[in-house]
């Protein structure tokens, strides 16, 4: 049972443009909501992360919304930078345990 | 470094024969949890701890045991490995609903 969802395998985007990644959740028990990035050979390390009390949390470039109503997170990355290129995991935690989306592979193009 | 060591870092073993991975931490944190990763499916949890001796089943669980006597190791068991166990294996510790930290990752091949 796959919790949580990452539809969209790949992005890409021009260097200084945007960059959205979108995840979704069905498990009303998740309260706890985080965003990792991760490079080839290395293990995922914490981007971002939001509680679910909030609906926004910022930290310079990136920005977490959720919407809870809808289950559903996004980060966004303003502006996008080449080395952000790296896969992007959503994960949701309650109860103690923590589950990933597939992940979305984030191309920032000079 | 968040103090979180996975050994051994590689593996090549043949079907049928157990294996045992380690997640040693040096945080004291509550909560560890081994995820495997695989192309298309992301990072799926195999299973998790809370505390000595307390563990739970994830999503991917068949196949799989862990032990966790004391709170600084966490070890994964494959009890008779298969190929479709061949992946690369994260260990993750955790304070509370905080952020979690991953180890480097130990790839294993089953052969």
């Known amino acids: 049972d796959q919790q949580v969802k990452q539809n969209s395998p790949s992005l890409s985007v021009q260097e200084g443009r945007i960059s959205i990644l979108n995840c979704d959740y069905t498990?009303?028990?998740?309260?706890?909501f985080l965003w990792y990035k991760k490079y080839p050979a290395e293990g995922p390390t914490f981007l971002i992360s939001?509680?679910?009390?909030?609906d926004k949390n910022e930290d310079g470039r990136f920005t977490v919304f959720l919407n809870k109503s809808a289950k559903h997170l996004s980060l966004h990355i303003v502006p996008s930078q080449p080395g952000d290129s790296a896969v992007y995991f959503c994960?949701?935690?309650?109860?103690?345990?923590?589950?990933f989306g597939a992940g979305t592979r984030l191309t920032v193009k000079p | 470094d968040a103090g979180i060591t996975q050994s051994p870092r590689h593996k090549v073993t043949e079907t049928g024969t157990p294996v045992t991975l380690r997640c040693h931490q040096t945080?004291?944190?509550?909560?560890m949890y081994w995820y495997r990763q695989d192309p298309g499916h992301g990072l799926r949890l195999i299973h998790y701890?809370?505390?000595?001796?307390?563990?739970d089943k994830g999503e991917v669980s068949d196949g799989y045991s862990v032990s966790r006597s004391k709170t600084e190791d966490f070890l994964l068991t494959l009890e008779s490995a298969t190929s479709s166990q061949t992946s690369v294996y994260f260990c993750?510790?955790?304070?509370?609903?905080?952020?979690?930290?991953f180890g480097q990752g130990t790839r294993l091949t089953v052969v």
């Open positions: 993750a510790i955790r304070f509370g609903d905080t952020e979690a930290f």
């Open positions: 498990n009303s028990m998740f309260d706890y």
């Open positions: 939001i509680s679910s009390i909030k």
């Open positions: 994960a949701a935690s309650g109860n103690n345990d923590m589950r």
């Open positions: 945080e004291n944190h509550r909560y």
């Open positions: 701890s809370y505390g000595v001796k307390d563990t």
